[in-house]
């Protein structure tokens, strides 16, 4: 992955050093001093980014070369933003005087931050700081780690259900046929949910029923070859030591050949370690077992490739295990904890959030005090201003610490950015992801488009259990995510060390320890306008991004510098509180969704790099035509009931535009859409109810329109059509072929019928359909497109008796509710399906001998199940017979489903006596 233009390791210097380089091309006319001064700060500058380069990965800095690049780090943000503002001055629309006098006035900064420059350059060939890039030699901490490996039993908490689990899916006798393959089970989470404990209790427990065993630790910079001399070591004790990694591989596969064995690879960081390691393991017929764990979701999926491998995600402990665990490590068994004790416990315990680790690392801090609330009180407090350093907590954190240090540094910046919101916060991936580009921290890759890089990165720290998704939908999809009390706390610590977020209010109040406020994120409660811009916290002209919290809106004006303004959730904001908007001229993003701000100002327009515009839930009723003078503009979120300028036509660089209504615009309106033909995500809402105008004419433009964008650049087609006749609605004259569609038609008004067009969408990925009426066909149509991976259908009739379903290859999520249809699954049909969300009518999908077999048992990759069988038609016992057949069927997939089953229309039973 290439270098992101801001990072918070060297914060801007790349972005800095692209700009000067941007200003000596050739495209501006300087005077020649300035040139020359320029020129001078480019290569002391590049100089410079090369060492912070180097400094990227040093985990640990020493006290004098962490000063110097912090002071460099700072240099380049104060140089970048007088370049910004040089910048604007050349490309405004003034007379050449006053871009004299602009120059002359940018002179005379551009020579004082020169002399910083030259001073912190001497200060670096003053101090030798070249050899200083990595700190002084410190004590090397044990890896607590090792400790779960002989930890008593009887001091374990809630580990009983998830060690009886896994250990009846490693010994079931029931799948004989599988029973003699090598199955692999991976258990998955984040550090300090007591995974190698797991791990190593089903080990002790069933490793007397293995021929062989071993239990190795792999930890994050492992020598491979001495992993598998330890492997080889256990199972193989009187084995000779050899020199050759692939000499200890060959012996290992050799000797476990015949063997039935076990072996636990506790902690994988790295896939390639995994498949040295499994190379090593020889899948033999003998009933062999494997364990892994790892922190790392794509790690354990590769862990368990093959068919019958399990993939067991570690929870945390819940309220009853979290209380149990916390006194058992505090009190004497004989002792209850106090009453006085029970509130502040509680909140101690909601922030250790279920983990193990943290649970055991307080409660033995507060163990070591005495049980007094004031004393109790203490420590809930200094948790989060990371004052009480004991063992204990150290240990917490440098087990976060390993998984921080783990990550790339473009993901480093990415996850120390979530610090800006609360804790327990629900973060939005939209938003997020809107916000990461605006603030520089995606790097702009030739032929991908930085919203999709963004997701990725969302994607890795979900993946990497750093953050925790939210708000996901039944077909997988993570819309939303949130960061766990501890890993907040650490990233925020974090954070304040990097001086890359300042936090004001909430649950604590951060200070800096140094450098000046770029980024601020103000929570909770009221704040007086003179703590923003009459101290010596905050001086608002260099704050780049501007976070609110549901607080008192600051004086917009003295923050000339921001890129981002993000007020969601501000219920107190008044129109007023926008008063100076328009000078804020470096602003890239700005929300003010869900606030009663019920206009814009007029001079919006003049935001020249506005990037992102979000009024979603607002009062703003209608947009000023200078909306249209937004020439960067890329995402567009507004009602469907937001008026939009003509002008909109003119924002060539919108991408993503949600949401319109069509019929509030004339025929011109909608065919001048199909010129924005950048844009990728589109959401269009046609309510015909109560138009007394000729609604078929407008949705043929509006049609004509999104087949163009279609043949473009169009990725998500979202369409909701209210309120028109059926039989005057079809889809057949559309024909947008974008790689990714979903058409979202109102069940009260669905299409006819699956257009065949649809079948030709070779890269359709998702396809979301409301259908009048369902055939054989449709499922034939849809079923051999070769990248559906997603398919939902809604449809109020089907024909009677059974649909069967066969092909859908590459299909995760499928979803159809129709009554009365009765379904089957073919054999060799939907084998990658992770999840299946259908009605089913009992009396149509009983077969022509009364049986209830579904073809359930087909689809192997199933990993959730959502059943509603519908009773109208049949009896009590065929409805039980079908529950039966079901339960059946899932129980006999390989990685044992969670399965949801609930009945419709109980009350439409039919009495068995009158049969």
Known sequence: MEAAIVSASTGVMRSLLAKLTNLLGGEYKLLKWLRREMEFLESELRSMSIFLERLEDTQKLHPQMK?????????????????????????????????????????????????????????????????????????????????????????????????????????????????????????????????????????????????????????????????????????????????????????????LSDKRYIVIVDDIWDMQIWKFIECALVKNCRGSRII???????????????????????????????????????????????????????????????????????????????????????????????????????????????????????????????????????INRERLVSRWIAEGFIYKKHGQNPYEVGGSYFNELVNRSLIQPAN?????????????????????????????VTLFGGSKLVPRSHGKVRRLSIQNGGIQENIITSTHLVTSSQVRSLTLFAVEMPYLLGFGMLRVLDLEDCYALEDHHLTNLERLVQLRYLSIKTSPISELPKQIGQLQYLETLDLRATGVQELSSTIGRLKSLVRLFVDYHVKLPKEISNMHALEELTSFSALMYSPDFLKELGQLTNMRVLRVICDCDGFKGD?????????????????????????????????????????????????????????????????????????????????????????????????????????????????????????????????TFDAGSLLKLECLDVIMNVFNTKSSNGSFDFGIQYLTNLRNVYIQLDCNGSTGGELEAAKASIKSSVNKLPGQPKLNLSTLNENMLVHEEAN
């Open 67 to 255: 000063d110097w690049r912090d002071r460099v780090r700072e240099l380049a943000y104060d140089i970048e933003d007088c370049i910004d503002d040089f910048i604007l001055q050349l490309d405004s629309k003034v007379g050449f005087g006053q871009k004299l006098l602009a120059s002359r006035r940018i002179g005379h900064m551009i020579r004082e931050l020169k002399a910083r420059v030259m001073e912190e350059s001497e200060r670096q060939r003053r101090y030798m700081l070249d050899g200083l890039a990595s700190g002084p030699s410190v004590r090397v901490k044990v890896d607590p780690r090792l400790s779960a490996l002989y930890v008593d039993e009887d001091r374990l908490v809630g580990i009983d259900a998830p060690r009886d689990e896994i250990i009846g899916r490693l010994l079931d006798k029931r799948r004989s046929a599988s029973a003699k393959q090598v199955m692999t089970i991976s258990i998955v989470g984040c550090g300090g949910l007591g995974k190698t404990t797991l791990a190593n209790q089903i080990y002790c427990k069933i490793k007397g029923k293995f021929e062989c065993a071993a239990f190795v630790s792999v930890f994050q910079n492992p020598n491979t070859k001495k992993v598998l001399t330890n492997i080889l070591s256990q199972v193989a004790t009187t084995a000779a030591v050899e020199d050759d990694e692939q000499a200890i591989i060959n012996k290992l596969r050799e000797y």
């Open 292 to 426: 892994t764990t790892t922190r790392i979701h794509d790690i354990a999926k590769l862990c368990c490739s093959s068919h019958g491998d399990y993939i067991y995600e570690m929870k945390p402990l819940g309220v009853i295990d979290s209380k149990i665990l916390f006194d058992k490590r505090i009190f004497d068994p004989e002792e209850r904890r106090p009453p006085q004790l029970t509130e502040v416990s509680e909140e101690i315990l909601k922030k250790c959030g279920g983990l193990p680790l943290a649970i055991i690392s307080i409660s033995s801090l507060l163990a070591s005090k005495p049980k007094s609330k004031d004393q109790w009180d203490r420590v809930k407090v200094s948790l989060s201003s990371t004052l009480e350093r004991t063992p204990d907590i150290e240990t917490m954190e440098w087990v976060l610490s390993l998984s921080y240090s783990d990550l790339p540094n473009h993901l480093k910046t990415c996850l120390l950015y979530l610090s800006i919101f609360p804790e327990g916060y629900e």
């Open 695 to 823: 609604a078929g004419s407008c949705l043929e433009n509006l049609a004509s329109s999104l087949c163009n964008l279609g043949t473009s650049n169009l990725h998500s087609l979202f369409v909701d059509i209210n309120g028109y006749g059926e039989d005057n609605f079809s889809l057949d004259t559309w024909q947008p072929v974008p790689s990714r569609l979903r058409f979202s038609i109102d069940r009260w008004c669905p299409i006819n019928k699956i257009p065949n067009w649809v079948g030709s969408l070779i890269n359709l990925e998702e396809l979301v359909l409301y259908v009048n009426k369902i055939w054989q066909e449709d499922f034939e149509l849809l079923g051999h497109m070769p990248a559906l991976s997603s398919l939902t259908i809604y449809s109020n009739t089907a024909l009677q008796g059974r649909i069967i379903i066969s092909g859908f290859h590459s299909t995760k999520f499928f979803k159809f509710y129709c009554n009365p249809a009765g379904l």
């Open 472 to 500: 996901i939908k039944p077909d997988g999809q993570t819309n939303a995510c949130r960061v766990d009390d501890t890993v907040h706390d650490f990233i925020v610590s974090m954070s304040v060390e990097e001086n890359f």
